[in-house]
T-cell receptor
């Protein structure tokens, strides 16, 4: 394991369908972040885990979005009843808990809702 | 006011030019600072951390001004390959949440 892994890399779905993305962080990293990014914008914070605890969730996130990290390792992000406005790149990042170190990103999952 | 603000640009500069980006942050409890680089349709990658005393990595220099709550990135002798979006990141609070600026777009022209 040399980095953060996200699956799938691309997802096309019809409006109204549910989708689930997976993130496998770097194995020794306790912190895991989900971000959403649209073209021309910086990453927008969605939620943050420290081990299995979801410490913060953006108020921008509607109740259609849910994230889990059940064993403090991999995480899933589910979007229910997708809308066209959900089309974006969904980025996962992880970092160790010690010190003020940088976050390492996966390559992202590009979601297109048609 | 956004927690982290950057001038979105774009900055268009010729090869060899020196270009500087600034980023301001609003939370005085911010504890660590980073510059990331993002190429088109790729994930962000760490360019450099920003230390209180300032730090340099080759053609790149980062500085932090805690009193005025801004950080800067200076790129000397710009290369075509420096064309990218540069994102300012601030780590705040006990939860160590990362807050991102919207990024500054740089285009280095031949």
């Amino acid at each position: 394991d040399t980095g953060v892994s996200q699956d799938p890399r691309h997802k096309i779905t019809k409006r109204g369908q549910n989708v689930t993305f997976r993130c496998d962080p770097i194995s020794e990293h306790n912190r895991l972040y989900w971000y959403r990014q649209t073209l021309g914008q910086g990453p927008e914070f969605l939620t943050y885990f420290q081990n299995e605890a979801q410490l913060e969730k953006s108020r921008l996130l509607s109740d259609r979005f849910s994230a889990e990290r059940p064993k403090g390792s991999f995480s899933t992000l589910e979007i229910q009843r997708t809308e066209q406005g959900d089309s974006a790149m969904y980025l996962c990042a992880s970092s160790p808990i010690q010190g003020d170190t940088e976050a390492f990103f996966g390559q992202g999952t590009r979601l297109t809702v048609v | 006011r956004k927690e982290v603000e950057q001038d979105p640009g774009p900055f268009n500069v010729p090869e060899g030019a020196t270009v500087a980006f600034n980023c301001t942050y609003s939370n005085s409890a911010s504890q660590s600072f980073f510059w990331y680089r993002q190429d088109c349709r790729k994930e962000p990658k760490l360019l450099m951390s920003v230390y209180s005393s300032g730090n340099e990595d080759g053609r790149f220099t980062a500085q932090l001004n805690r009193a005025s709550q801004y950080i800067s990135l200076l790129i000397r002798d710009s290369k075509l390959s420096d064309s990218a979006t540069y994102l300012c990141v601030v780590n705040i609070g006990n939860n160590r949440k990362l807050i991102w600026g919207l990024g500054t777009s740089l285009a280095v022209n031949p």
